[in-house]
T-cell receptor
Framework: DSGVTQTPKHLITATGQRVTLRCSPR?????VYWYQQSLDQGLQFLIH???????AKGNILERFSAQQFPDLHSELNLSSLELGDSALYFC?????????????FGAGTRLSVL | GESVGLHLPTLSVQEGDNSIINCAYS??????FIWYKQESGKGPQFIID?????DKRQGQRVTVLLNKTVKHLSLQIAATQPGDSAVYFC????????????FGAGTRLFVKA
């Protein structure tokens, strides 16, 4: 058990809908990262938050947004969902976001858009 | 169930043999390179890392080699066991424009008993 909790484990929804994925980092970790893992693109970095502030953005669509709350949990919001958004979404946490950065991953949320 | 259905490069080894998984990276400015292991139905798990100013680092049954000249990283697993069957990803930490980790495509390791 990595100590990172993601909910829900599975999510099935329809095109055009909006969903929220939740992540609770390991106790004391200030950094939260979101990744998308789909069949044809491997693990894609989406966004990094550190202590409530956005630190880096990857290939995150404008339909997607995230935030990190004062209690350090994070939410990833996906809106106007398309079939191609079906994927595994992982959250990871680390004590900080420095050069030597070991990330601890949750078990993921499997999103199916029908 | 299987978490990833990628058409990944696959390495098949006999139990007890040594495994070598290779990775090419792109960013010469990366400070750290990391190997992660992803088992079916789970998130990636840290295995070992190496700083960019080193060329070799050893852990328990694993060794990572870094060749900056050709931007190549390898993970060697000694005495491979069935429990080592997984997808292995190399990753590089990119500090340009904020901190992010870039993952490679992954290699699927099958260990035959």
């Amino acid at each position: 058990d990595s100590g990172v909790t993601q909910t829900p484990k599975h999510l099935i929804t329809a095109t055009g809908q909006r969903v929220t994925l939740r992540c609770s980092p390991r106790s004391g970790d200030l950094s939260v990262y979101w990744y998308q893992q789909s069949l044809d693109q491997g693990l894609q970095f989406l966004i990094h938050y550190y202590n409530g502030e956005e630190r880096a953005k990857g290939n995150i669509l404008e339909r997607f947004s995230a935030q990190q709350f004062p209690d350090l949990h994070s939410e990833l919001n996906l809106s106007s969902l398309e079939l191609g958004d079906s994927a595994l979404y992982f959250c990871a946490s680390s004590p900080r976001g420095g050069a030597k950065n070991i990330q601890y991953f949750g078990a993921g949320t499997r999103l199916s858009v029908l | 169930g299987e978490s990833v259905g990628l058409h990944l490069p696959t390495l098949s080894v006999q139990e007890g043999d040594n495994s070598i998984i290779n990775c090419a990276y792109s960013n010469s400015a990366s400070d750290y390179f990391i190997w992660y292991k992803q088992e079916s139905g789970k998130g990636p798990q840290f295995i070992i890392d190496i700083r960019s100013n080193m060329d070799k680092r050893q852990g328990q049954r694993v060794t990572v080699l870094l060749n900056k000249t050709v931007k190549h990283l390898s993970l060697q697993i000694a005495a491979t066991q069935p429990g080592d069957s997984a997808v292995y990803f190399c990753a590089e930490n990119d500090n340009t424009g904020g901190f992010k980790t870039i993952f490679g495509a992954g290699t699927r390791l099958f260990v035959k008993a």
